[in-house]
């Protein structure tokens, strides 16, 4: 893909200062969503027109947050440079640390808006499937975010014995399961229901609280405490 990308022409220098000068007098909402795109990959390429990669990328990816979400070796079999997949992904790693200082020191409960923001960002463009598990002690405070397995909720039991263990492990009084849709749709599914109450009854006899199972999708998130389903 990097051998499409033309010569920068004269007036480019020009233009990349007046996407900067807009930038630091708008922030980020001063730049679609393609100029976004375009500055990032001029800092890895800085010689050469960026738009019409940019675009591209975008249109193929579907929207700047599966671009950014995508990853190295998927961005690689796309003919990306491994230095335009590091101004890529350096770009949402620092969205996600932003979001991410949104929550911290706050008891999760109290900071749920911020908490869903960053699920959302960190998990709703993947293409495959994977369950998270936010593990909680008495406050309410985080003392865990971990990635259990990657796969659909399934093999209900197991999955359910696994995040017990890992709580007991921590110390843990009460937890967050979080999975993605890849499909884009947050709807429950009668797995994620299944698997759900499954591990509500198991939690309770340890005296560890489910909170909530938030389902993230691109077209939102959904929380089954808030569906009744817990």
């Known amino acids: 893909m990097h051998g499409r990308v033309s010569d920068s022409p004269a007036g480019a220098g020009g233009h990349r200062a007046r996407l900067r000068q807009r930038l630091f ?23 050469r027109d960026t738009k019409p990669l940019a675009k591209e990328l ?20 796309e003919g990306v440079t491994e230095s335009m997949i590091g101004a890529l992904k350096i770009a949402e790693a620092t ?5 991410e200082t949104r929550t911290e020191g706050a008891p999760v409960l109290s900071s749920w808006d911020a908490l869903t923001d ?35 909720v399934d093999e209900a039991s197991v999955h359910v014995r696994e995040i017990i263990a890992r ?15 890849p499909s884009g749709d947050p709807t429950p599914s009668s797995q994620d ?16 609280a ?13 929380s089954m405490r808030a569906m009744g389903l817990i």
Do not use: C
């Not at 969205?95 to 979001?99: E, K, T, V």
């Not at 709580?167 to 849709?181: E, P, Q, S």
């Open 25 to 47: 007098d708008g922030g980020g909402k001063a730049l679609l969503d393609h100029e976004l795109v375009e500055y990032l990959l001029a800092l890895a390429i800085p010689r």
């Open 58 to 77: 975008i249109a193929k990816f579907g929207g700047v947050g599966p671009l950014l979400s995508a990853s190295a070796d998927t961005l690689r079999r």
């Open 95 to 99: 969205a996600l640390r932003l979001l």
């Open 118 to 152: 960053y699920l959302h960002a960190a998990m709703a463009h993947s293409r495959t499937e994977q369950v998270r598990v936010l593990f909680l002690n008495a406050r309410n405070l985080l003392i865990a975010n971990e990635a259990m397995w990657n796969g659909s």
């Open 167 to 181: 709580a007991i492990a921590l110390g843990a009084t009460a937890l967050i399961i979080v999975h993605n849709h």
């Open 193 to 208: 229901i299944r698997i759900t109450r499954d591990l509500v009854e198991a939690a309770r006899h340890m005296k560890i």
């Open 210 to 222: 489910v909170h909530d199972h938030v389902i993230v999708g691109a077209s939102g998130r959904t």
